[in-house]
């Protein structure tokens, strides 16, 4: 049994946070080669999780279904999820979501990239310290993980020693410093001294990073690095994208081993084969016009990388692995599907398509209206998620009889929809689609209009009502939902 203590930051050797490096496949093998944590590519996303059984991992899902962030029990206690944000209760929401999950939260206030401080995130943070302290404060007071925050000097040595005592006073566990101002670039000098001179001001652990270009070779670099910056910590970015295995006490692993074992790590974790093609070229670096530079910058795959590396009976066979365990699975949910199969409840293969239906006008809407109408109470929906493929599908009970569709749709949303659809058929009632002809919510809502713009002339309360509003007023969240 692991036993989940609180995660220390103190002599300490860390993956640091690298956009499109990141990754699953990247932590994993930092940690097999003996990074003590390792940070996850920076996220400003709000998301929504589910278990995948197949890969065994926990995925973090964006609105548009794009899996931001995946992770599993080996890393889990020592992870820690670095997000980017300009707004506190939203950072605590996100925060609270995937506390569960990993080590430790830290706040990006380092990235100088345009796309963070246009949203005054990253370096933007660094000139609003009022701002800076209320998202760390209501982390630490909302969340029972350590909180961390990563910054970048300011343009003098006082002002970001004072900056960096505001922020201890947060209560946050630890602070990473990158020794470079928000305008400079690797190939400009990394500023120990500033870092030593927040190392001697403050009494939280100080993680020292950007030192890659300047000090950071081979594994006894880091100690050196760690030394003249006086830091509890290292964290090493570049030269552990180079070779991972500059975590490794005993020396570099040969580029080659190292390259496999990340591919298996990707292969494993059904890593996108963009971001593993990206990764093994910044390992590849200076060999990148070798032949098997060429190939692996031709491949289109994740199978065509596996060839490049003489890694195709690999590829087979881990893929099979998954084909069985996924038929396996399927099998397994059929008949749980069979077992939990109500008779009482009435269901049609149906799925609903927005574009047969005028623009904001849905099937719920005619439901939720019918029920008003006749005196019954508002429909009640139940969606549930199947773990295996992430599909949706919902049951509609309306005057105490249940109704779905038989089909599985990629969201809640389209699933209540499709019940709704089988509700209205069931009981001959106009779902609003185009090819019904004159649509009733419409003309109802452009009367409201007009009563309201004669209100208005009248000089009456603008105001409109709330039973009104209530109409055309639809479930929309996909968090927390049961699974199947």
Known sequence: MTVNTPLCFRGKKILAPMVRVGTLPMRLLALDYGADIVYCENFCLFCFSFGTEVLETVDFVAPNERVVFRTCERERHRVVFQMGSSDAERALAVAKLVESD?????????????????????????????????????LVKGICKPVTCKIRILPSVEDTVNLVKRIEKTGIAAIAVHGRKKEERPQHPVHCDVIKAISEAVSIPVIANGGSHDFIKEYADIETFQKATAASSVMVARAAMWNPSIFRKEGFCPLKDVMQDYIKYAVRYDNHYTNTKYCLCQMLREQLETTQGKKLHAAQSTQEICEVFEMGDFYEETTAIFEAKKTSLETKTQDEDDEMEDPDVIKMAVRFDKREYPPQITPKMYLLEWC??????????????????????????????????????????????????????????????????????????????????????????????????????????????PKM
């Open 102 to 138: 990993v080590a430790g939260i830290d706040i990006n206030m380092g990235c100088p990239k345009e796309y963070s401080t246009k949203a005054s995130m990253g370096a933007a943070l660094l000139s609003d310290p009022d701002k800076i302290e209320s998202i760390l404060t209501t």
């Open 372 to 481: 008003r109408k006749e005196k019954h109470p508002q429909p009640v929906y139940e969606t549930v998620q199947r773990p295996l493929d992430r599909l949706f599908c919902s049951v509609v009970t309306v005057a105490e009889r249940k109704y779905r569709s038989t089909l599985w749709d990629k969201s809640k949303k389209l699933a209540e929809q499709a019940a709704a659809i089988v509700c209205l058929r069931t009981l001959g009632v106009p779902e609003g689609k185009l090819c019904e002809g004159e649509n009733h919510l419409i003309n109802k809502r452009k009367r409201e209009e007009q009563e309201r713009l004669i209100n208005r002339d009248h000089g009456e309360d603008l105001a409109e009502p709330s039973h009104k509003k209530a109409n055309f007023i639809e479930e929309t969240s996909d968090m927390n939902l």
